[in-house]
């Protein structure tokens, strides 16, 4: 689960931006959809075979290879 802070709409995709319980900073990239306010809770599963990993201040991603 993810309480959302900041959606970054981006025509038919937008970056959803948040934390989780544990307070782990995440930035998903979604289909465009409705309404999701600030401070709502947003349920996502992720995708093993898409997942780009970014260390925080890298500019390079880890593969899962």
């Given at each position: 689960?993810?309480e959302?802070?900041?959606?970054?709409?981006?025509?038919?995709?937008?970056?959803?931006?948040?934390k989780?319980?544990?307070?782990?900073?995440?930035?998903?990239?979604?289909?465009?959809?409705?309404?999701?306010?600030?401070?709502s809770?947003?349920?996502?599963?992720?995708?093993?075979e898409?997942?780009?990993?970014?260390?925080?201040?890298?500019?390079?991603?880890?593969?899962?290879?």
């Open positions: 689960e993810l959302v802070e900041v959606v970054e709409p981006l025509g038919d995709q937008m970056d959803v931006h948040g989780t319980a544990g307070g782990l900073r995440f930035t998903a990239r979604v289909r465009a959809h409705g309404d999701l306010p600030i401070g809770k947003a349920q996502l599963a992720i995708d093993a898409r997942v780009n990993v970014f260390a925080p201040g890298e500019t390079s991603h880890f593969s899962f290879d």
